[in-house]
């Protein structure tokens, strides 16, 4: 019967990070159709809309008013930096390289968790740490003439990821989950809208606003197919969130956790269906190196 029961969580994880793959994908199939403003501002009034809906229908998902609204602030604006920086990588990277690059947010949790929460941290998880390291270079290849200089906002999403995780352990574990995507969502929407008036009236060039129209573009009409992404990438992020939140809720962390790094699995799988890429050696290698030192982390926390 635990067998059983193991099998189910693996496929609810696996599943969950097969979802929220698929709605990055539409994410990066949206690159020439909207601006990253005008994506975010539409995502984040439909995952809203969602939030609600799950809480009149779901008692146990009901909102409840934050202790503190100080610290979920925080918390969304480290979180919302992530999710710019790592869509705005999407244009210029594979999922593969995207993926392999921003899993590395287990090595720098463990790294702030020592230096923020008083965490320890023996020999072998500094080892773990370096051998993450190596895979994010072995995919960068910062020493090849070909590095792509987009390499760097998955990881600067990874860090402003961990220290977003740092507020959740450290001043928001007691706080509703949906409550908390309520305020993430809606000031992830209040920066969209300001990014996206702050973009539209800067005297760019317009050639430069159309070899970049994701970055720099500002709102445009959109067809039935980008719409259709669009409420795909809102219904899947909020769809795997809710499914990822509730398996850390009724399981163990330190099993959840790994399971995660199936997204490396899924990612390539897309790549080549979607956009007819094959992944290199040298990125299957950085996926490796990197969810093997994300694993071993996570069973040496356990």
């Not at 995502?43 to 146990?60: E, K, P, Y």
């Not at 909020?238 to 995660?260: D, V, W």
């Amino acid at each position: 019967m635990q067998h059983t029961n193991n099998l189910r969580l693996v496929a609810f994880v696996v599943s969950a990070m097969a979802i929220i793959a698929l709605q990055e994908a539409a994410v990066k199939l949206l690159t020439d159709d909207v601006s990253i403003w005008q994506l975010h501002i539409i995502r984040s009034v439909l995952v809203i809309a969602l939030a609600v809906a799950a809480g009149r229908f779901f008692q146990s998902l009901t909102p409840s008013k934050l202790s503190s609204y100080r610290w979920p602030l925080l918390r969304s604006i480290l979180f919302s930096a992530a999710f710019f920086l790592l869509y705005s990588g999407l244009p210029f990277l594979s999922l593969a390289q995207s993926g392999a690059v921003f899993f590395t947010g287990p090595l720098f949790i463990t790294i702030f968790a020592t230096l923020f929460l008083n965490e320890k941290v023996g020999p072998r998880r500094i080892a773990a740490l370096i051998l993450g390291f190596s895979g994010v270079l072995v995919t960068a290849q910062p020493w090849n003439e070909t590095f792509s200089p987009a390499i760097l906002f998955p990881l600067s999403a990874a860090v402003a990821y961990a220290l977003g995780v740092m507020v959740t352990r450290g001043k928001c574990s007691g706080e509703n989950a949906l409550s908390l995507q309520l305020v993430h969502h809606t000031l992830f929407g209040l920066l969209s809208i300001a990014g996206l008036i702050l973009v539209s009236t800067l005297p760019l060039d317009p050639a430069l606003r159309a070899d970049y129209p994701f970055l720099l573009g500002g709102w445009t009409a959109i067809g039935l197919i980008a719409a259709l992404l669009i409420i795909w990438n809102a219904v899947g992020n909020f769809a795997g969130s809710l499914m990822l939140t509730h398996a850390y809720q009724k399981n163990e962390a330190s099993g959840i956790a790994p399971l995660e790094y199936s997204y490396l699995a899924v990612a390539p799988v897309l790549d080549l269906i979607l956009w007819g890429s094959t992944p290199s050696m040298t990125t299957i290698l950085g996926i490796i190196l990197v969810a093997g030192s994300g694993v071993f982390i996570m069973i040496r926390s356990r």
